[in-house]
């Protein structure tokens, strides 16, 4: 059977003008002979929830759009839509053909399948039966169950996340699950990506299809629209099977940022951004990064920089050639104290004057660590408040191996967060960085605790005082403005109650034990049996990794086991490294899941891992 993808950017909600591309899509489709056109999961209506009080007025108008399409597209068309229920929302999907809707319901044998839980549907068409799924969950419960199917379609609902390669789809099959998955299943695995700033979040396509040996028969490319076209279905091999690309963390994100940028204006009808450029590496990065996404003629700064960075911020604007906004003279004055919140005041009131949307360069680190109990940010949208600075350096030093934009001396103009202590440990600004961020990611989007983390990070003094710091920040980010989504877990994510003044603090094993017996006894919930499955990744990766050396030394010595040929040895290594490297990757092994709404509506985005990136 001949299958499309249709990977095209949409406004979620604008029904008519949606229907119209998806019913010329159909058309083209045809055309080629396709028998199945697949869609992403946002391009009718995106993936975020509506209000319970619009949910009804949504859910009609969303099921009248369906009921367009069946009557004008002009091949069988497979659709994903939210199903709005209450505050929350539900991935479905119908086929459309010739005026019919079939739902799930229709296309499969309740008999046979028995009831599926949500987002885990099997369905038969034109011979061919099909797994579809929005999560990895939904992926490995097809996988526990050891169900037969001859095509997985994973409509992923997961926007971009920098922790997560799964979430970046074909640009990324040498680093995400994807691969094993589909020698696992025996079946073709089809990756359909939405593309494109839906809201906060951004998608970036890269839909994939792979066949049962885990060879990449057709890709779409990454930040572009696309129709991919490929057969499925034939259990031969690829005559010339694709070679999947080597997936760079810092570009995917950079290409992450300026559509998110992009198209979170673009959406919203706003033409302009205003920043205030004051020298420093993360606002000559904002501004190159407002470049590539509006052109510098979209781009207002207002230069702040200190006597030491003046030339250098100077040369920036030149370079990039965006607007200057005028400076006031009392800014100059020596007799006035100019705070940031004046500067950001004067911002948003010239903001206004070009209509453009005020925009602010701080980022993760400053988020978690140096927000204090007086709100300071009047800009309407932080494009790296997902990205801890560490990765923005190094977003810095990528941007200028495409142009070298950013001065020498700007790239050395950042500071670390001031935390007590940290100087004795880490000895160099770049090291001291990375050990905080590498706390906060580990505590923010691995959910790990205080004493999960120092036995991983140690320095407890230090771990402590970050982990502290970062919930004595709460008033201050209370009026946060809000930040294009690039993890799976955002700062946001770790609300605690106002006024809160309980503080974690490191535990040892005796304590530990003592109150998970208490807490049991009580019928409270403890992390017994999270801290056994950590233990039992641990024994699980050492185990793999044992068998791994045995049989690459056999391959390379040339000795097979009696009885196996090459071949089959060949695939049991290649699963072997996919399972590794899954778990390395963090995906399918822990019991628990991030369950971060900005990145995945419809369940936990990435699993923990008690693995380095190594």
Known sequence: MKIAIAQLNTCAGEFEKTVN???????????????????????????????????????????????????????????PYVHAAGDAAYPNVVVLE???????????????HGSEPRGRSLLSWKG???????????????????????????????????????????????????????????????????????????????SFVLTPRGELAASAPAFEESLLCASVGADEPVDEPLEPELYNRSLHLWEVLVLGLHDYLAKLGIPNVALILD?????????????????????????????????????????????????????????????PRMLQA?????????????????????????MNSTPCLMAALLPFGDVYRSDVIELAHMRNTISPVIPRACLRAYTVPPVEGLSNVEHTPETQLRRVDVTLSTHIEWERTLTDVVARQGASHITEQIVRQLYDCELGR?????CLTASSRTIFDIRRPLGLTWHDRVRDEEERLKSNELLKHLGGVTRESEMQAFAGEQQLGEGL?????????????????????????????????GLIQDIMQGEGFSPEGNGFDGGGPFGPLTWGSPFSEN
């Open 545 to 577: 990794a044992g068998l791994l050396d045995g049989l690459g030394a056999e391959l390379i010595a040339g000795s097979l086991p009696e009885g196996v040929d090459r071949r089959t040895m060949e695939r049991s290594l290649d699963d072997l490294l």
């Open 478 to 482: 209370v009026t946060c403005p809000p």
């Open 279 to 339: 020298g420093t590496l993360a606002s000559c990065l904002l501004a190159s990064l407002a470049t590539d996404a509006l052109g510098p003629t979209h781009v207002y700064v207002l230069p702040n920089a200190s006597e030491d960075l003046r030339d250098a911020a100077s040369s920036l604007v030149d370079a990039l050639r965006v607007q200057l906004l005028e400076r006031p003279m009392w800014l100059d004055s020596s007799e006035m104290d100019i705070t």
């Open 98 to 112: 010739s005026g019919h809707t079939y739902t799930i319901a229709d296309l499969t044998k309740a008999e046979e």
């Open 21 to 79: 591309r998806m019913v010329e899509l159909s058309a083209r489709a045809a055309g080629q002979g396709v028998e199945l056109l697949v869609f992403p999961l946002a391009t009718l209506t995106g993936v975020a929830p509506v209000s319970y009080e619009s949910s009804e007025g949504w859910m009609h108008d969303t099921a009248n759009a369906l009921e367009r399409l069946s009557h004008e597209v002009l091949c069988p068309c497979l659709v």
């Open 128 to 206: 061919l039966t099909f797994g579809v799924a929005f999560t990895y969950e939904d992926i490995d419960a097809f996988i526990d169950s050891s169900t037969k199917m001859d095509v997985l379609l994973f409509a992923s609902g997961y926007s971009y996340a920098l922790d997560d390669a799964g979430s970046a789809l074909g640009a990324a099959l040498l680093d995400n699950r994807f691969r094993a998955d589909a020698t696992t299943l025996d079946a073709y695995v089809m990756g359909v990506g939405s593309l494109g700033g839906y809201g906060l979040q951004v998608f970036a396509g890269a």
């Open 346 to 370: 004067l911002l948003a009131d010239r903001a206004q004057e070009h209509d453009a949307l005020p925009i602010s360069s701080e980022d993760k680190t400053f988020l978690s660590l140096e």
